[in-house]
């Protein structure tokens, strides 16, 4: 089993539409989360952490469930600017674990 | 802006060359890393060094050579290359205390080993 999982995509949605993304991770010790983006050929960079509780910025919210072993990433009101792939991300130690990354394309 | 670079932006060499990347953060951390990305394939994580001392060495060929001078420089020395090593190369870099687990990423190198 991979350790960190991704929904394969890729996902093609209409602006405004409200997509979710699904992560597991298989590292029980894994201490943080988070919720990176990658525009094509560029460098990843930060969306969100990922809180016990979850947590909400803007029209993304993140989810946690440390008993499944899973995240998820919520975006309502898809803009065509969140056109990128997005990238679940488990930190342990000093490793960090990028998942495969999921692709998602909004549609004018 | 992005306070990670990365020299140079595109490589090709041959499986017999020795070449550097170079990466420099602007950004005051003290924990820097190298990250190989292949196409259809996850970033995988090379090197880690906090405060100038390597921390993680994920199983790396020894034809990859990290070198990491003081916390705003980090290199990765290449020689005898093979073809399936070609890939984008990524920095980064990142507070000691990585809870946040913010990390900065360079805009990488493009390398192709012929």
């Known amino acids: 089993r991979k350790e960190v999982e991704q929904d394969p995509g890729p996902f093609n949605v209409p602006e405004g539409a409200t997509v979710a993304f699904n992560c597991t991770y298989s590292n029980s010790a894994s201490q943080s989360f988070f919720w990176y983006r990658q525009d094509c050929r560029k460098e990843p960079k930060l969306l969100m952490s990922v ?4 947590n909400e910025d803007g029209r993304f919210t993140a989810q946690l469930n440390r008993a499944s072993q899973y995240i998820s990433l919520l975006i309502r009101d898809s803009k065509l600017s969140d ?7 488990v930190h342990y130690g000093q490793n960090f674990v990028f998942g495969p990354g999921t692709r998602l394309s909004v549609l004018p | 802006e992005t306070g990670v670079t990365q020299t140079p932006r595109h490589l090709v060499m041959g499986m017999t060359n020795k ?4 990466c420099e953060q602007h950004l005051g951390h ?3 890393y ?5 196409a259809k394939k996850p970033l995988e994580l090379m090197f880690v060094y906090n405060f100038k001392e390597q921390t993680e060495n994920n199983s790396v060929p ?5 070198e990491c001078p003081n916390s705003s420089h980090l290199f990765l020395h ?3 290359l093979q073809p399936e090593d070609s890939a984008l190369y990524l920095c980064a870099s990142s507070r000691r205390q990585v809870t ?4 900065y990423f360079g805009p990488g190198t493009r390398l192709t080993v012929t």
């Open chain 2, 19 to 22: 070449k550097s990347l170079k």
């Open chain 2, 78 to 80: 290449l020689h005898t």
């Open chain 2, 100 to 103: 946040s687990g913010e990390q």
């Open chain 2, 30 to 32: 003290n924990a820097m």
């Open chain 1, 51 to 54: 809180y016990s509780s979850g």
């Open chain 1, 83 to 89: 056109s990128a792939t997005y990238l679940c991300v």
């Open chain 2, 34 to 38: 190298w990250y190989k990305q292949s």
């Open chain 2, 62 to 66: 020894s034809r990859f050579s990290p």
